[in-house]
């Protein structure tokens, strides 16, 4: 492709090389589309069917992102995981190794010119390269909705869409690395930006898209508890000592869902400002990987963000190894506890170890002489989390507010005594008086009015 194009072409090309420390932004599918695209145009063949088709994977990728080329660029820059990003979460931009920052701001400057390549212009590269019968179609993504206050995207957060419109007003993005900056301390960086929630699985982390979205205000009846949670987890949040959770009792109260809940704790406010925006982060561990309680403990020490360990249901049998690194972590070792890691647990047994008659100590002579102090260590297990939450079983007012609560929210047009009728027939019928047994009723009630309306 020798046209005046060339030089434009070539230029794109050695800059996308030049990254010093964003190089990871074109390392995806998009980005390595983008890189394969321009190198297309410069080693055209004559029919220029390398074009066309290099042109055709790269719109594919985008369309796949459901991003245009703009926005994907400036997301990627806000997840990539680098020598500046990782730092500046802990350090003050003027205390960073001046090189840092001269790197960040040439790479930003860099970007800026990749971000400048319109869809329309590398179209028009290809009808001159390839000369196709048919213009090929320019990619757009229209993601972005209006507001009172201006144009924001569905899924950006408030910080995102903020730091998205600063961007938009600078000439030079050399002069973005306050902004940046500011982002990174705020939102993390990496995996921890891209994600809230995480799964411990097989030695390494898991983000998870589609959280739960349960908010603690959907869950009634347990106020104390709830306050008592949400307190530690600010004490976690803001620096201070916080403690190690058991939340033991009957199933069907709103355990995991308290736990699970406080990543959308607030998140419906004017600025977005949730917990997880705050840098809360959750990790359910399953019982079968509690083994690497330690090792997951290590990896998240050096990390800005605050991490909750989450345990569903836990309870051990004789002789476990998961009890044994469990108690490692709730204890301590030889190595300090990291002070921006917790471990909120929940079970329905208040002596997490099951207990046997046979365990009991008989007066035989191979028994261990200080057999009652090891059932004891057993026993007071759970006494090793700092704070146990007790949840006991919903009585029929409980119940019954919860059931009022759910409905108000839900917008369920139905009298008080109606309702509660139908739920306690509800109750009597399915899982007794709880507060899952409430959400599955009113979930219920919900499909069958909507279904009733669209049947009229």
Known sequence: MATPATASIQMLQRQAASLLLYQSVLS???????????????????????????????????????????????????????????????????????????????????????????????????????????????WHHDGDVGTASGVHHRSRTFHEQSFREKLSQLDDWADAVEILAAYYQQCGTGLFAQYHAFRWQSGQLIGIAHPDPIQLTELAGYESQKAALLKNTECLLAGYPALHILLYGSRGTGKSSLVKGLLNQCSDSANGDSLAVRGLRLIEVAKSELKDLSILQEKLR?????????????????????????????????????????????????????????????????DEVHAWDTLQEKLSFSDRFGLTLTFEPANQDTYLKIVHHLAEQSKIPLSDNELEYRALQWATRHNGRSGRTARQFIDFLRGELALSKSNH
Do not use: M
């Open 302 to 366: 050096p990390i800005p963000q605050k991490f909750i360990i989450f345990v569903d249901d836990l309870s051990f049998e004789e002789d476990d190894d998961a009890f044994k690194a469990l108690k490692v972590v709730l204890e301590g070792s030889v190595t300090t506890r990291p002070p921006n890691v917790v471990v909120y647990a929940t079970s329905n047994r208040r002596h997490l170890i099951r207990e046997f008659f046979e365990d009991r100590p008989r007066p035989h002579d191979s």
């Open 28 to 138: 995806g599918e998009v980005g390595q589309a983008f890189s394969n695209l321009l190198q297309a145009f410069l080693h055209s063949d004559a029919d220029g069917l390398k074009c066309l088709q290099a042109y055709g994977r790269w719109f594919k990728a985008l369309a796949a992102s459901q991003q245009s080329w703009q926005d994907y660029l400036v997301t990627q820059i806000l997840r990539d995981d680098n020598p500046f990003s990782q730092q500046v979460q802990l350090i003050p931009v003027k205390k960073l190794p001046p090189a840092l920052i001269a790197a960040t701001r040439q790479d930003l400057q860099t970007l800026h010119s990749l971000h400048q390549c319109s869809s329309e212009q590398l179209s028009r590269w290809v009808q001159v390269a390839a000369k196709p019968t048919v213009a090929p179609i320019a």
